[in-house]
C-alpha cells in the first residue's frame, strides 16, 4: 500500500491551524524540527487523509492542508484503517503508528473555527523512529507492522 504526502505542515503553538511549509526536517524520538508538537511522547507527528478533510468540506466549505492541525496531509491511504504499529516509509524517514485518533481538547482553534474536527476520528499519530527530510510529493509506503 502506498500513498502520497501532499502538505508538510506546522505551527508555532498548540490548538493552532498548521501552515503548509512544503518540506521540514523530522528529528528521531521527536517530530517536526520546529514544530509546537515536537516531543510529545508517542504523538510526534499527526498524520490525516486528504479523503477526510474531503468530507468535513461538505460540512464547512472551504478548508486547506493543516486546518485541522495536522502534520502531514496524505493522499491514497486509509489512515485511520492503520493499526498501530504500522511502520511507514515517507521520504528518507520512518515512523510507527503509535496511535489512532484522540480526545480533541477544549478550546480548539479548529474546533472553534470549523464547528466539528475530524482529527478526533481519523486522525492518527506517529513517532519518528529515522529522522531526514520529507517533502510535498514524497511516497508514504506501509511496510509492515512492529
Not at 496531509?73 to 524517514?93: F, M, S
Not at 531526514?132 to 511496510?143: A, C, F, H, L, Y
Amino acid at each position: 500500500m502506498q500513498g502520497t504526502v501532499v502538505a508538510v505542515c506546522t505551527s508555532s503553538q498548540k490548538g493552532q491551524r498548521k501552515v503548509d511549509v512544503g518540506t521540514a526536517m523530522l528529528i528521531a524520538g521527536q517530530g517536526i524540527e520546529g514544530d509546537a508538537h515536537a516531543g510529545f511522547a508517542h504523538r510526534q507527528i499527526s498524520l490525516l487523509s486528504v479523503a477526510s478533510i474531503d468530507k468535513m468540506k461538505q460540512k464547512c466549505g472551504e478548508l486547506v492542508p493543516g486546518d485541522f492541525a495536522e502534520n502531514l496531509t496524505v493522499e491514497g491511504l486509509d489512515l485511520p484503517a492503520l493499526p498501530v504499529g504500522t511502520v511507514l516509509h515517507i521520504g528518507e524517514t520512518v515512523l510507527k503508528v503509535s496511535q489512532i485518533g484522540k480526545e480533541c481538547h477544549h478550546g480548539c482553534e479548529v474546533m472553534k473555527a470549523v464547528g466539528d474536527c475530524v482529527m478526533p476520528r481519523e486522525g492518527i499519530f506517529a513517532t519518528v523512529e529515522q529522522g531526514g527530510r520529507i517533502s510535498r510529493g514524497d511516497r508514504v509506503e506501509v511496510v509492515g507492522l512492529v
